[in-house]
T-cell receptor, first 115, second 113 residues
Framework: NAGVMQNPRHLVRRRGQEARLRCSPM?????VYWYRQLPEEGLKFMVY????????ESGMPKERFSAEFPKEGPSILRIQQVVRGDSAAYFC?????????????FGSGTRLTVV | QKEVEQNSGPLSVPEGAIASLNCTYS??????FFWYRQYSGKSPELIMS??SNGDKEDGRFTAQLNKASQYVSLLIRDSQPSDSATYLC?????????????WGAGTKLIIKP
């Protein structure tokens, strides 16, 4: 039973390019959460998705950032026109329905570097 | 007031001693409580969960929950250098019919050989 899979592990983008981060949840998990972590800082919630629905995007910047979790395929976090301040580790986690009662499992993360 | 508060540390503990990590939360109806460990450059890893008042032991780790005082703690016995990491406290709250995991900022633990 594979864990939460994130790819790529490392991503380098020039300022102004687009970054696409992918997350495949654990088998049987239909809820996905995205977090951002700046160096030496805590986890910052970005968005919570269920299949084909955005449940809570209160932590996601209004501009340039979007997320989706289609019926088929991985969840995608998309950052348009990246800036240096977007450099961070982006973690995805997944849980089964009502799984937050039991916590959730993180992927290994994508380290985004904007040059 | 932050919803989940932890002392940021660093907390320095000699090898072999007991490390005590504390966390307080503000929502009285919080239901589930978790401790995650995060090594530098790695993703958080769930190490303990606790749901009812009292102690829960798993190997060298003991989680303690006191809902009346709204705190949860993690004790690490016989601390090892490999326990050096940031420990994150997380609490499940029900918001707008959806469960959400609210995170503390983490406590950095350093075990000195």
């Amino acid at each position: 039973n594979a864990g939460v899979m994130q790819n790529p592990r490392h991503l380098v983008r020039r300022r102004g390019q687009e970054a696409r981060l992918r997350c495949s949840p654990m088998k049987g998990h239909s809820h996905v959460y995205w977090y951002r972590q700046l160096p030496e800082e805590g986890l910052k919630f970005m968005v919570y998705l269920q299949k084909e629905n955005i449940i809570d995007e209160s932590g996601m910047p209004k501009e340039r950032f979007s997320a989706e979790f289609p019926k088929e395929g991985p969840s995608i976090l998309r950052i348009q026109q990246v800036v240096r301040g977007d450099s961070a580790a982006y973690f995805c986690a997944s849980s089964p329905p009502r799984g937050l009662v039991y916590g959730y499992t993180f992927g290994s993360g994508t380290r985004l570097t904007v040059v | 007031q932050k919803e989940v508060e932890q002392n940021s540390g660093p907390l320095s503990v000699p090898e072999g001693a007991i490390a005590s990590l504390n966390c307080t939360y503000s929502d009285r109806v919080s239901q589930s409580f978790f401790w995650y460990r995060q090594y530098s450059g790695k993703s958080p890893e769930l190490i303990m969960s606790i749901y009812s008042n009292g102690d829960k032991e798993d190997g060298r780790f003991t989680a303690q929950l006191n809902k009346a005082s709204q705190y949860v703690s993690l004790l690490i016995r016989d601390s090892q250098p490999s326990d050096s990491a940031t420990y994150l406290c997380a609490v499940t709250n029900l918001r707008d019919s959806n469960y959400q995991l609210i995170w503390g900022a983490g406590t950095k633990l350093i075990i000195k050989p």
